[in-house]
């Protein structure tokens, strides 16, 4: 058990180094970078193939691709023993597997009574090496901007835990397929039947698809890549706002494409393990703001987003900048005419209205909201390799229909305290602390942070600052950290030093 557990931990190392070399080398060496860590997740089956996949995005052309298509399977041999006597004594013929997947691989299957199914079949032993690696990430410390941006992580980590156990039990993904294929009508998409009587907690059985990947699908004409963009924005919607649960893992592997018997495209979705329930709170919350945006009715923004789960008092921070954020974050809704995803650049429009401050942004919101940016994510990437111009916001109106917009309207948010929406915008406390290091009058390091963050400076100055104070000065960083939290957050300088050619201040205002 020992050294099994070494062997993990050390596989974890190794990938934590790759993952570092990975954001530091530059586009030459990149892609070698990613294949040496693609093989590195691939090396271990779980959790660690499960980062891979999630890395591997949308994208049918990067190194991580190895994750979702061309991993080497478990021979049917090794496998066999989960499929139960019903599903045994049904079968006729089953095919060794061509392709395996983080937790599990799928077998092509005939039935005595000519059906053809897709078994997927979970890897043995697979649940507990699932639960051994959750231990070692729970040993994971807050660093770099998780800790510098106050992440809730435990929360990330707890998110993390239960979704990664909840994919081990194909019992939960046949419930969940059943849900989806029974309520919801997107024209263009397709959503296998599943046989419950041969499905178990390590096996799932379903109708087999056949279709083309994501990047064959991106060569078809016009036309049909638009009946595949509406189809996916549609099932977003509507998975969102009416039915209130979203698929949560947008990889290539999960979709097939295909033209049906009128020739029009339609969309095979794979792979329920992963998804987001979405309250009718926040959802709603989440429709008015889009509504009043896309109108050009007032609206307050801030307790849009607390009531979409943002923490109140890290979003307070922002509040100035609301409006310009939600005009970058709605363009696609706002715009009059059918919108390119290229047009978007969301991550410079970000980067040049909040800065670093976007990391605070992201602190602000809750856990699970990942899963959904991810799903949101998902479908921008594949619009913008499908390169086609779509109308957002006729779309969501055709989803969720005039009763449901009604509903958005009246939906009354919910009460934020004074001390929250205020926070930001008190005179007798700080709103930034500002690093400044300049080296011959020129300025060499530029910070400006939430206020709050002095309370923890030591993570804060970089590294290689704090040893040059400690070394030249009598500063006590961890001591003016202490002073914060005691006397409060109110505007002060708190240290200005000259360290040979360099000068360093840090103060709050």
Not at 328 to 337: A, D, E, G, N, Q
Request: hydrophobic share 45%.
């Amino acid at each position: 058990m020992i050294p099994r557990l070494l062997n993990k931990t050390l596989h974890w190392y190794r990938i934590a180094l790759a993952m570092r070399r990975l954001k530091r080398v530059d586009s030459p060496t990149r892609r070698h970078a990613q294949q040496t860590l693609a093989l590195l997740l691939a090396d271990s089956r779980g959790l660690a193939m499960k980062i891979g996949q999630v890395m591997a995005g949308s994208a049918d052309n990067n190194a991580f691709q190895t994750l979702v298509t061309s991993i080497e399977p478990l021979p049917l041999s090794a496998v066999q023993n989960s499929l139960g006597k019903p599903l045994v004594q049904a079968l006729q013929a089953i095919e060794e597997s061509v392709a395996a997947a983080s937790l599990g691989q799928v077998h092509r299957a005939l039935l005595h009574n000519g059906t053809e199914v897709a078994i997927k079949i979970r890897y043995p032993g697979i649940v507990g090496s699932i639960k051994a690696e959750l231990k070692l990430s729970a040993w994971l410390p807050s660093v770099g901007p998780l800790k510098r941006w106050q992440f809730n992580v435990n929360d990330y980590k707890t998110i993390l835990h239960r979704q990664l156990l909840r994919e081990t039990d194909y019992r939960l993904e046949m419930h969940t397929q059943q849900r989806f294929q029974q309520t919801l009508s997107v024209p263009g998409l397709f959503i296998p039947p599943v046989y419950p009587e041969f499905c178990s907690e390590a096996v799932l059985v379903q109708a087999w698809a056949t279709g083309s990947r994501f990047s064959e699908a991106c060569t078809w004409s016009k036309q049909h890549r638009l009946e595949i963009g509406r189809t996916l924005l549609m099932l977003l919607w509507q998975s969102l706002f009416v039915h209130g649960e979203v698929h949560g893992d947008p990889h290539p592997g999960n979709y097939l494409f295909r033209l049906n018997p009128q020739g029009n495209a339609e969309t095979v979705l794979l792979d329920y393990g992963c998804t987001v329930v979405v309250a009718p709170p926040r959802r709603l919350a989440l429709l008015k703001l889009m509504d009043a945006y896309h109108s050009g009715q007032p609206i307050d923004a801030f307790r849009c987003f607390v009531a979409m789960g943002f923490n109140a008092e890290k979003l307070a921070h922002l509040q100035v900048k609301m409006p310009g954020l939600c005009q970058i974050l709605l363009r696609p809704f706002l715009s009059p005419r059918p919108f390119q995803m290229q047009e978007w650049q969301l991550s410079t429009s970000l980067q040049a209205l909040l800065g670093e401050q976007r990391w605070w942004f992201r602190a602000a919101g809750p856990a699970d909201l990942m899963l959904l940016l991810r799903a949101f994510h998902g479908v921008s990437q594949q619009l913008a390799q499908l390169d086609v111009a779509l109308p957002w916001w006729p779309l969501l109106q055709n989803v969720v229909g005039q009763e449901l917009l009604a509903q958005a309207r009246a939906f009354e948010l919910p009460p934020v305290s004074a001390d929250d929406s205020l926070s930001a915008n008190s005179h007798s406390h700080a709103q930034r602390l500002c690093i400044r290091m300049t080296e011959h009058g020129n300025t060499v390091i530029a910070m400006d942070l939430p206020a709050e963050t002095a309370a923890d400076l030591e993570s804060i100055i970089p590294l290689s600052v704090r040893e040059q104070i400690v070394a030249a000065t009598t500063v006590d960083i961890a001591g003016l950290s202490r002073r914060v939290q005691r006397e409060g957050i109110v505007p002060q300088e708190l240290f200005s030093v000259e360290l040979g050619q360099q000068h360093c201040r840090v103060w709050l205002e």
